[in-house]
């Protein structure tokens, strides 16, 4: 268990395979990716980071070269925005603070490169009620909702004013 929530560093190649694996232990939240998948999304980032392999956030904003139908449902209704592709915090650091710690300090680089907005989707169908919670908690509001068919599964958008 981690008692602690350590630094927040870039992510680095010596963690990526066991990001990559702690990704695609969630693919049901989130995506399966491939090494070459994960590759892109890193290299397309606004920001990649993580806290030790305890947990990861991959984050992209406007105009990203991305083609993910919920990066372009935002793209189509915000000029300026941060959005967050993806979180996955370890089962054994949960309730450790690292999500919160993760979010905080991409809102304050969001908010000094002069962006106003940080947005997501999160899993309605099938239902993913901690990750409800914690974004209730960080002060998102629900800003539009999609079934994506080719996923089998319902999100609702999410946006924090920042």
């Known amino acids: 268990m981690v008692n602690h929530v350590g630094e927040i560093a870039a992510l680095s190649a010596q963690d990526a395979e066991t990001l990559l694996t702690l990704n695609n232990a969630?693919?049901?939240?989130?995506?399966f990716l491939t090494?070459?998948?994960?590759?892109?999304?890193?290299?397309?980032?606004?920001?990649?980071?993580?806290?030790?392999t305890e947990g990861f956030l991959i984050t992209f904003d406007q105009g990203a070269d991305y083609d993910s139908p919920n990066f372009v449902w935002f793209e189509e209704k915000y000029d300026v925005f941060v959005y967050v592709d993806r979180i996955v915090v370890s089962a054994a650091a949960r309730g450790q603070g690292v999500a919160r710690t993760l979010y905080e300090s991409l809102i304050n680089m969001a908010r000094a490169d002069g962006h106003t907005k940080i947005v997501c989707e999160v899993n309605l169908d099938p239902p993913n009620p901690g990750s409800d919670a914690f974004h209730d908690q960080m002060g998102f509001v629900e800003v539009g909702r999609a079934h994506l068919k080719e996923r089998e599964k319902t999100v609702r958008y999410l946006c924090k004013s920042i």
């Open 26 to 31: 969630h693919q049901k939240e989130t995506s």
């Open 35 to 52: 090494q070459r998948d994960w590759d892109h999304l890193v290299s397309q980032a606004y920001s990649a980071t993580a806290i030790g």
